[in-house]
């Protein structure tokens, strides 16, 4: 096999910087099927040498899984497709993968589950370049036993706690949920990817991770190799792949200039120095402003009391049941996690949102309900009703944990009234076998976010003490349209006539009903549509942390009467280049000159 | 050292299956095998299966096969056998 040399001259890339602050780390490319990776450097000679001995006892595990596959298969469709395992037994043996896996460990001196990664990849690489379309088959054969050998690596002990990881950019065509729930964040420093959105799911846990993060770069999965340095800029949206020294340097020199909105003086927070109650300073149209935080582990409030926050505003507890299988998770693990966050943002309130995944996430359900469109299928509350016990576990540990009196309970997917009364049945159940009392311990809100809800939001709010509007999904399912899916997704989307008299309805339900309606979808954080659910009147905000600076200073900046002016002029355009047009170029026409440049260098509109 | 010309004759080519009969051929014997296209400068080693595959070889590709060890011989006329037999 020819040797497959990396490619290590300099490349810039240009995309959307979606998350704030620059981060120089190493590339690790995440394919589909292949569970993420770490990485660090073996000093000690004994603990390299017991770290061989862990790789070659993962080879060893893995051909007997294969072999037994083999004769499994050799019994039931005869010689010939067993064979096929045998090649994969071969593979794994070979010295061009096993063999050049053992030598990059012993001369980088790296992890095993690093190297798999590596010489995976590079073999892959030198597959592709052939352009036979047998042979392209023959990658995801390749993939499949790398995939197989993490899993036993995974299985072993670690060889010894290493003191020092390397800084991981993760580099991939999209994330998804069930990608980060397997991954370390500490050493995670942030996100590259192909597609992806403003909304997407990188772009919103980058966010509230505070790392950097820059999407719709095209094709870096295919121009970097997993190991190559990388210089993040997440808030020009450049990368630089094997940067050059001087580029290094200046890189350096950059990040040292910009602070991070999430500090005091970053650049989109203007708050004077000294000053700790911006709320005061708000127009009267905005004095009854809550601004909440999204997270989804418990978080010190304290940092933030200075920008004025009432709490959390949606937890996503989804980290809970991702952390472990299911049938290993208990009422103590989500005890464990709501105390905390009880404790963490009081005097502040909590809305812990109930489970919010699909049904393909889970093992349990996966057999019975195969979906073909998740999207539309078993998730949500709808999943929660299904795995019964689970659900209850939550809620009660919800309740338990309930002794500061700061917690809410939030129901995501929402279609039908019978959810709810559900939920009502369940909560009240638990309520009693916590409390002794026959009612429920605690607030219940439900989540608008299925257009059915703006039929059922009269009959709603009988039923619950407050709402959650969650603009990710509403705007999806409005406009049937996926966020991900860049080539038919406009950033402007959200400010569609119809996606507008949606959020005009629900907001007048709301209000006539005097019920709270919490906005927690991405819409809350955006620079341009933030200004649009103040001008329709939303009045509580569940913003992403690092974005608290900039969304203070824009509602300490307007008023009610710019607010009017600036949505009805929005609310006569129709058509999608029209909208842009307003957001890009006629802003200043309502909003000071100052946070109009705010604004649009947060979207970075300059750099299109 | 024997060196031979052979052609890939079954329909599919040098595909996974007929690479794992024939490393698992070449693996038995003590000499060294190495394959390579003619016209192309990368040899590969007959006893690697990622080697073997990446010649990406169809029906009709012609190789040139070097044996060189104490068991040339054998190991050579097993794998000529081999290619006559379309690797059944």
């Known amino acids: 096999m020819p040797a497959i040399s990396s490619d290590m001259t300099m490349k810039t890339l240009k995309g959307y910087g979606v998350s704030p602050g620059f981060s120089v780390g190493q ?32 080879i060893a595990r893995t051909t007997e899984e294969l072999r037994s596959f083999q004769h499994k298969l050799e019994e039931k469709l005869g010689r010939d497709h067993s064979l096929m395992i045998q090649a994969h037994i071969m593979i794994l043996q070979d010295h061009h993968f096993s063999g050049a896996i053992r030598d990059y460990i012993r001369a980088e001196r790296v992890n095993a589950e690093w190297a798999v990664t590596v010489i995976n990849e590079r073999i892959r690489e030198a597959y592709r370049k052939l352009q036979d379309p047998y042979l392209q088959d023959k990658i995801f054969d390749i993939q499949d036993i790398a995939a197989r050998l993490l899993n036993n690596i995974a299985g072993w002990q670690e060889n010894h706690a290493p003191e020092h990881y390397e800084n ?17 964040f ?3 420093k942030g996100f590259a990817v192909d597609s992806g959105g403003w909304t997407s ?9 505070e790392i950097p993060a820059v999407i719709h770069l095209k094709n870096i999965t295919s121009l970097v190799h997993t190991g190559d340095l990388v210089l993040l800029d997440g808030s020009s949206g450049t990368v630089h792949i094997n940067p050059d020294a001087a580029t290094v340097a200046r890189f350096h020199q950059q990040a040292r200039s910009v602070i991070s909105p999430a500090t005091e003086s970053g650049p989109y927070c203007l708050l004077p120095e000294g000053e700790t109650e911006p709320v005061a300073k708000v127009d009267k149209a905005l004095r009854d402003l809550r601004i909440y935080l999204n997270s989804e582990m418990p978080l010190e409030l304290g940092n933030y009391q200075r920008f004025g926050v009432s709490g959390i505003g949606l937890f996503r507890s989804e980290f809970v049941f991702l952390r472990k299988s299911t049938e290993k998770i208990t009422l103590a693990d989500h005890l464990e996690v709501y105390q905390q966050l009880a404790e963490a943002a009081y005097p502040g309130t909590v809305n812990i949102r109930t489970l919010d995944l699909g049904a393909d996430k889970f093992p349990e359900t996966q057999g019975r309900h195969p979906e073909i469109n998740p999207a539309l299928g078993l998730r949500g509350i709808r999943l929660s009703l299904e795995l019964r016990d689970l659900f209850r576990d939550q809620l009660k540990a919800i309740v338990m944990a309930n002794t500061r009196n700061n917690l809410q309970v939030t129901i995501p997917f929402v279609s039908s009234l019978d959810e709810i009364l559900a939920v009502k049945v369940l909560l009240r159940d638990v309520s009693r076998e916590v409390t002794g009392r026959d009612e429920s311990a605690l607030p219940l809100g439900a989540m608008l976010e299925i257009p059915s809800t703006f039929f059922l939001v009269d009959l709603l709010a009988r039923e619950v003490d407050f709402f959650a509007l969650g603009s990710n999904d509403l705007v999806q399912y409005i406009l049937a349209r996926d966020r991900n899916n860049m080539p038919h997704w406009s950033p402007f989307d959200s400010a569609q006539p119809g996606v507008r008299g949606g959020l005009e309805l629900l907001r007048r339900k709301t209000a006539e009903h005097k019920k709270e309606i919490i906005c927690c979808g991405e819409m809350a954080s955006h620079p341009f549509f933030v200004l649009m659910l103040l001008a329709l009147g939303y009045r509580s905000l569940s913003i992403n942390p690092a974005m608290l600076p ?9 008023d009610g009467k710019s607010l009017r002016r600036f949505y009805q002029q929005l609310s006569a355009l129709h058509t999608l280049p029209e909208i842009e047009d307003f957001f890009l170029h006629r802003l200043g026409d309502y909003f000071p000159e100052p946070l109009v440049k705010t604004l649009l260098h947060v979207y970075r509109a300059e750099m299109d | 050292m024997l060196t031979r010309e052979i052609e890939v004759r079954n329909p599919l080519g040098l595909h996974a299956r007929a690479a794992a009969r024939l490393v698992d051929l070449t693996s038995g014997f003590r000499s060294r095998i190495v394959f390579a296209r003619p016209g192309r400068n990368e040899q590969v080693d007959g006893k690697s299966i990622l080697g073997i595959l990446m010649m990406a070889a169809s029906r009709g590709t012609r190789l040139r096969v070097r044996v060189d060890g104490p068991d040339e011989e054998q190991a050579l006329a097993a794998i000529e056998a081999m290619f006559a037999g379309d690797f059944k």
Do not use: W
């Open chain 1, 27 to 58: 590339v690790l490319k995440v394919e589909q099927g292949l569970p993420p990776v770490y990485k660090f450097r073996i000093a000690d000679d004994a603990v390299l040498e017991r770290e061989l001995l862990r790789f070659d006892e993962a």
């Open chain 1, 168 to 184: 991981i950019i993760l580099v991939s065509s999209e994330v998804n949920l069930s990608l980060l729930g397997l991954m370390d």
């Open chain 1, 186 to 188: 500490s050493h995670l």
């Open chain 1, 201 to 209: 799911h990188t772009s919103i846990i980058a966010r509230s991770l």
């Open chain 1, 550 to 558: 900039l969304i203070r200073y824009i509602t300490r900046t307007v």
